[in-house]
């Protein structure tokens, strides 16, 4: 039978054979300046998992690093300088991840140029520095996003997905208590206590300020180790333990502590309590999230007690770290947001750092000075 003569259904299945498919959606073109250990170990095995983004270019002045960073992403292109990366690369935004006071440094010159950053929390050392680089991301017509990766942590999101039921209600309370071991004094802190504040408890600030809003006042006492010379990180040793107030009128505590344990990341333990009237929501670890809920669910023991609704992520399901702790989405946000999908949402942008910031500069401020109440600085 001749082409002319083929039955019109096999003309068609003979076309459909030969359509062409459609195109995928544009990736968001990033590129990083920071190769180091946190960059590895944190951002980078999220990036197989966010089909959004592409990586483009890695900078580092040692050439080492962006060498081996460049070989997981398709051999892209390696710098050591990155003002002539940012020259010969387009690029939609810019992960700039590394110490607190590079970052301060960095970060500022590449919004300079209009573009989109990232940058680890916190985005600087102090409130101030911090402000500064929102007022240049201000007048250049863009935008950065903080690494508050706790935000994106599903038992989090679930959390706050029980906070906005209209049965949960008005929040009463919200306490939030951190443990780990020894923290070092890093960034050039002039103290390994307002480090621990600053490079570490910064995420614990900004997820109350999550879920409570902004903080009024704290009130702070704190406890030092005793001299021990048989532990080398007896200075780094400290408790603070802070009355709240929120702008709300909610109330909290936080118990924020590098004394629970010998190793100083390894055995982190961190649970949030919100309060409303009848109804407590716990998050402990960021994985495990129960709801006591004012309504029992059952009535067969109504003088027995106890009943809440319970989800556990560390369940026989496919479990990636990465996700869990809330890395992949904001690594996913970011990239969205880069190519204007998505808005701020839930993630930490520069001004929510400022005012993490601001939160621990009134608790250091409290804490040692005789407990005294501290209002909070609000942003500018």
Known sequence: MSAGNTPPQTLALTRSQEMIPLSEPRKARLAFVGCGGFTNASIFPCLPMVPRAEVVAVCDIIEEKAQAASRLFNACPVYTDMERMLDEIEVDGVFAIGPAPTQYEVAPRILKRGIPVY????????????????????????????????????????????????????????????????????????????????????????????????????????????????????????????????????????NLNCMEARHGFR???????????????????????????????????????????????????????HVQIGYVGEVEHFALRCLGEVDKGVSGDLMDSVKSLQIGEAIYESAHNGGKVVEVKQGA
């Open 267 to 321: 055995d982190l333990d961190e649970r949030l309590e919100l309060v409303s009237m009848e109804n407590i929501v716990t998050v402990h670890r960021m994985c495990h999230v129960t709801w006591r809920k004012s309504e029992d669910w059952d009535d067969t023991l109504p003088s027995s007690g106890w009943y809440s609704l319970d989800h556990d992520a560390r369940g026989l399901g496919v479990w990636s770290a």
């Open 119 to 254: 940058v680890e929390k916190p985005s600087a050392n102090t409130s101030a520095e911090a402000l500064e680089m929102v007022k240049v991301a201000e007048d250049a017509g863009t935008w950065g996003q903080v690494g508050f990766m706790k935000r994106f942590a599903p038992a989090y999101r679930l959390a706050r997905s029980i906070m906005a039921r209209p049965e949960f209600g008005q929040l009463n309370m919200v306490n939030c208590k951190f443990g780990q071991g020894p923290y070092p004094q890093i960034w050039g802190i002039d103290s390994a206590q307002r480090a621990f504040l600053i490079g570490q408890c910064c995420h614990l600030m900004d997820l109350i300020r999550h879920f409570g809003g902004d903080v009024a006042t704290v009130q702070t006492i704190c406890r030092e180790a005793p001299q021990n010379p048989d532990d080398p990180h007896v200075s780094t040793r400290i408790s603070y333990l802070t009355n709240v107030t929120f702008q709300s009128g909610a109330i909290g505590q936080l």
